[in-house]
C-alpha cells in the first residue's frame, strides 16, 4: 500500500462522513412529511399518485396491515419480473432476441431483486433484453429499497411513539423513499456515471471489426440508469454479468469512487436520519461508532491480507480478477464496503480474493448486514442486535431492559432472536444440504477447501440478501435456483416481519422517563456492548464452518499447497 | 380488496416512473450530454467501426501491444472472469504458463520481474488497460516486428509514456494505458 491508495481511502471516509448528516437531515425532513426544497417539485406529483391509487395518506396502518401492504406490494414486483422474464421472446425491446428465461432462473432471479438481493445466477447481456431489465429490474431496485426505507421507518415511529397503534402509511413511505431520495439522487448519479463512460442507450449491440481483423461485438443498452440505483439502493445487481468489474458498467477510477460513495451512502445516512427524528442525534451516531468500528477493522484485516505473499502462486497482491484501473486497494475496498452494506455489486471477482480478505467478505454477510447494511435493512438488522444488547445488559445488573424508554420484553426478545437467528440456520442449513446432494456438489468449481467456501458464500450471499459470489460456484441450476431462491425470501421477510412486529409491540408502551437507573444507550460502552454482541453472535455461529472453509485454505496457502 | 387495488395502482404508477420516465429522461440527458460516452466510447477508423475505447480486444500480432489476459477470451456476450481461487493449481500453471510464454514473445531473461497484470486475468475479460510496466517490456518486440527505425523507436517509447493515464485527478486508481488506443496510435507511427 502506498500514499496514492492511503489519500483515497481517506478521502473515501471522508465523503462519506461530510454527506452522512446533510442526507440524514434531509431524509429525515422527508420522512416526517415535512416541506423540503423538493416539495413544490415533487409535492404536487406525490398528491396526484396517491388519488389516482385511491390511498389517503392520512391513514395510518397498525403493524398488521403495514406488513399485508408490504407484502402484497413485493408479490406484485415478483409476478411482473417473473413474468417479463418468461415471456421475453414476446416482448418488445428486445432487439438480441434472448429467448424466454427458464422457470427456475426467472424465479430465483425475480426473488432475488425483490428482496434486494441481486443475487445472479445469469449473465445480463446474454440472458436478459432491455426491456427485462428496465422494467423488471430497475424498477424493482427502487422498490425493493424503498421497501426497506418503509420497514425501517415503521420502527422509528414505533420507538417514538407512546401508546399508539399506527406505525405510519405503507404507501406513503414507499411513494416519498422512492420520489424523494431514490429518484433524485438516482438521476444525478446516472448522468454522472454516463459522462465517465458508462453507456445509456437503445441501440441493438453493434459489431465491430478489430485492429486486428475478428468480430466484437459491443454490448450496450441503458445501463447507467440501472448501475445508479443498483449502487444508491444497496441492490448491487450488475447490468453486464461480471458487475462493475465490466468497463462499461465502472470506466474510469472516478466512476468507480462514485460508485463506492453511493454504496454506503444512503446507509450512513439513515442510522444520522434515525436520531434527528428521535430527536437524539447521539443515539445515531453511537450506532454509526459501533459500524465504522467493526468496518475499518474489516478492512483493514482483508487489506493486509490481500497484500501478504501467496507462497501457491509466488506473489503478494495477486491482480486475478481485478481491474488495472481500480488496482488492489480499491478492489478491497470495495469488497468489504459492498459486503457490509448488503450491496453485493462487485469490481473485482471474490473468488479470487485471498482466503482471508474473501473471509471478510463472507463473515460480513453473515453478520447480518448491520455495518451500515442494506438500504433500511442495515438500520432495522442492526436494532435487532440493540435490543439482544439491552436485554443482555439488563440482565448483568438485574433491570428490566430498555431502549429509549421503552420496556424491551418477553415478545421483543423473542422476534429479535428470531430474525438474528433463523437467517443465519438457512445459511448452514442450506450449506449442509448443498454438500449433501449431488446437485449441490457438481457446481464446485475449486478443489480443497475452497470449494466449501463457495457454497458457504452463496447460502450466506442469498440469506443475507447480499448478491455477491464466488461466482465460480455453477449455481444456475435447479437446485441452486430453487433453494437460494428460498433462502433469500426467509432472509428477507423472516426478518423484515419481525422488525414490524417489534415496532408494534414499542408503539404501544409508554415511553418511561430517563432515570439513573436507565443504561445510556449512547456513550461507549453501549458500543463496546453492541459491537461485542455483534461480533460473538457471528463468531459462535460461523467460526467453526468458516474454519473448514477460508482459514484452513489459508494455512494450506502458506504452505503453498494447490488443489 | 381495497389494499390489493391500492397495492396494483400504486405499483403500476411507480413502474411507469422508475422503469419508464426515469431511463426515458437519463437516456435523453445523457444522449444530449454524453452521446460519445453514452453510445459505448466507440472508435471509427476510415469509417468502419474498430472497437470501443473501453473494451479490450484481443491482440496477438507481434506488431501490437497486448491486452491482460482474458479468462473468457476477450468474449463481450458475455464476459467472464476465471473465478480461480487462491489456492487453485489450474491458476498456478496459467500464471506460470503465460510469464514463461510472455518472456519468450519479449526475449526477456528470467530475472525480470513481471508485472502483476500481465500474468493474472482481469475481472471483466475486457479490462482495456495495462499497466505502464508491462507496455515498457513489449516495446521492442514491437518494435522489433514494425522494423522500426531508431528514430521511429525512440517515438513509440514516448507514445507509451504519452499514452499511460495517472490516477484520475490526481488521486484516483493507478497508472495505466490503453492498449487498443495506443495500438491506434503506433498504426499511425
Known amino acids: 500500500m502506498d500514499i496514492l491508495d492511503l489519500t483515497q481511502i481517506v478521502l473515501y471516509a471522508a465523503c462519506l462522513i461530510v454527506a452522512t448528516p446533510i442526507l440524514g437531515s434531509f431524509m429525515a425532513k422527508v420522512f416526517e412529511g415535512e416541506k423540503n426544497f423538493l416539495s413544490p417539485l415533487l409535492g404536487p406529483p406525490e398528491k396526484l399518485s396517491y388519488r389516482l391509487a385511491g390511498i389517503d395518506p392520512k391513514e395510518e396502518m397498525g403493524w398488521k396491515r403495514y406488513s399485508l401492504a408490504l407484502l402484497v406490494f413485493n408479490a406484485l414486483g415478483f409476478l411482473t419480473v417473473y413474468l417479463l422474464q418468461i415471456f421475453q421472446k414476446s416482448l418488445p425491446l428486445n432487439s438480441q432476441g434472448l429467448t424466454n428465461v427458464s422457470w427456475d432462473l426467472a424465479f430465483n432471479t425475480a426473488v432475488s431483486f425483490m428482496t434486494n438481493t441481486n443475487w445472479q445466477a445469469y449473465s445480463g447481456e446474454s440472458t436478459l433484453g432491455y426491456l427485462v431489465q428496465m422494467l423488471g429490474l430497475t424498477v424493482q431496485n427502487f422498490l425493493s429499497a424503498a421497501t426497506g426505507i418503509a420497514v425501517m421507518l415503521g420502527l422509528i415511529r414505533g420507538l417514538t411513539r407512546k401508546s399508539a397503534v399506527g406505525l405510519g402509511n405503507f404507501w406513503v413511505d414507499l411513494t416519498r423513499s422512492t420520489l424523494y431520495v431514490l429518484v433524485p439522487l438516482s438521476l444525478l448519479w446516472a448522468l454522472l456515471l454516463t459522462g465517465q463512460g458508462v453507456v445509456q442507450n437503445f441501440t441493438p449491440y453493434l459489431k465491430a471489426t478489430t485492429l486486428e481483423g475478428s468480430a466484437q461485438i459491443i454490448p450496450l443498452g441503458p445501463a447507467a440508469s440501472q448501475i445508479a440505483i443498483k449502487q444508491l439502493g444497496t441492490n448491487g445487481g450488475g447490468f453486464f454479468g461480471v458487475n462493475s468489474a465490466h468497463p462499461f458498467e465502472n470506466p474510469t477510477p472516478f466512476s468507480n469512487f462514485l460508485q463506492m460513495f453511493a454504496l454506503l451512502m444512503i446507509p450512513a445516512a439513515q442510522v444520522y436520519m434515525f436520531g434527528v427524528m428521535i430527536k437524539r442525534k447521539r443515539q445515531g451516531l453511537a450506532l454509526l461508532a459501533a459500524m465504522s468500528i467493526i468496518f475499518v477493522l474489516a478492512f483493514g484485516v482483508a487489506l493486509k491480507a490481500e497484500l501478504l505473499p501467496n507462497p501457491v502462486l509466488g506473489t503478494s497482491a495477486a491482480m486475478e480478477g481485478k481491474e488495472t484501473r481500480f488496482g488492489i486497494a480499491n478492489s478491497v475496498l470495495w469488497a468489504v464496503a459492498t459486503s457490509s452494506a448488503s450491496n453485493g455489486s462487485v469490481n473485482a471477482m471474490h473468488d479470487s480474493l485471498s482466503p482471508l480478505a474473501g473471509l471478510i467478505a463472507m463473515l460480513n454477510i453473515m453478520l447480518g448486514e448491520v455495518i451500515f447494511g442494506g438500504v433500511g435493512a442495515g438500520f432495522y438488522g442492526i436494532l435487532m442486535h440493540v435490543i439482544l444488547t439491552v436485554f443482555i445488559a439488563g440482565l448483568m445488573v438485574g433491570r428490566t431492559p430498555e431502549y429509549l424508554g421503552k420496556k424491551i420484553e418477553g415478545p421483543e426478545i423473542c422476534w429479535a432472536v428470531v430474525a438474528v437467528l433463523i437467517p443465519n440456520a438457512v445459511i448452514l442449513g442450506g450449506s449442509v444440504l448443498a454438500n449433501m446432494l449431488p446437485c449441490g456438489i457438481s457446481g464446485i468449481s475449486s478443489a480443497g477447501p475452497h470449494g466449501l467456501s463457495q457454497i458457504l458464500y452463496a447460502f450466506s450471499s442469498a440469506a443475507g440478501n447480499n448478491g455477491s459470489a464466488f461466482a465460480g460456484l455453477n449455481v444456475n441450476t435447479v437446485f441452486y435456483n430453487v433453494a437460494l431462491g428460498i433462502a433469500m425470501l426467509i432472509g428477507r421477510f423472516v426478518v423484515i416481519i419481525p422488525a414490524l412486529a417489534i415496532a408494534g409491540s414499542l408503539a404501544g408502551k409508554k415511553t418511561a422517563p430517563v432515570s439513573s437507573g436507565t443504561f445510556p444507550t449512547d456513550g461507549a460502552l453501549f458500543i463496546l456492548l453492541l459491537v461485542s454482541v455483534i461480533l460473538i453472535v457471528g463468531a459462535l455461529t460461523f467460526l467453526p464452518v468458516l474454519t473448514l472453509g477460508p482459514i484452513v485454505e489459508h494455512f494450506l496457502m502458506l504452505q503453498g499447497r494447490a488443489f | ?189
Open chain 2, 1 to 189: 380488496m381495497k389494499l390489493l387495488i391500492q397495492a396494483l395502482r400504486l405499483f403500476l404508477i411507480l413502474t411507469l416512473l422508475t422503469g419508464v420516465v426515469y431511463p426515458a429522461v437519463v437516456t435523453m440527458a445523457a444522449q444530449l450530454f454524453f452521446s460519445y460516452q453514452a453510445n459505448g466510447s466507440l472508435v471509427m477508423k476510415n469509417g468502419k467501426l474498430v472497437g470501443s475505447e473501453l473494451l479490450a480486444q484481443k491482440f496477438q500480432g507481434e506488431g501490437y501491444f497486448w491486452s491482460r489476459s482474458s479468462a473468457a477470451d476477450f468474449a463481450t456476450v458475455p464476459s467472464g472472469a476465471s473465478n480461480l481461487g487462491p489456492t487453485s493449481a489450474a491458476l498456478k500453471e496459467a500464471v506460470l504458463k503465460r510469464a514463461e510464454a510472455f518472456r519468450k514473445a519479449n526475449h526477456l531473461s528470467q530475472g525480470v520481474a513481471l508485472p502483476s497484470d500481465i500474468v493474472f486475468a482481469s475481472g471483466s475479460g475486457l479490462d482495456p488497460h495495462i499497466s505502464p510496466e508491462a507496455a515498457r517490456l513489449q516495446a521492442d518486440r514491437v518494435a522489433k516486428a514494425r522494423k522500426l527505425s531508431e528514430g521511429k523507436r525512440q517515438m513509440l517509447y514516448k507514445l507509451i509514456d504519452q499514452y499511460t493515464e495517472a490516477p484520475q485527478f490526481g488521486v484516483l486508481g493507478d497508472p495505466r494505458v490503453n492498449v487498443f488506443r495506443l495500438n491506434l496510435a503506433v498504426d499511425s507511427l
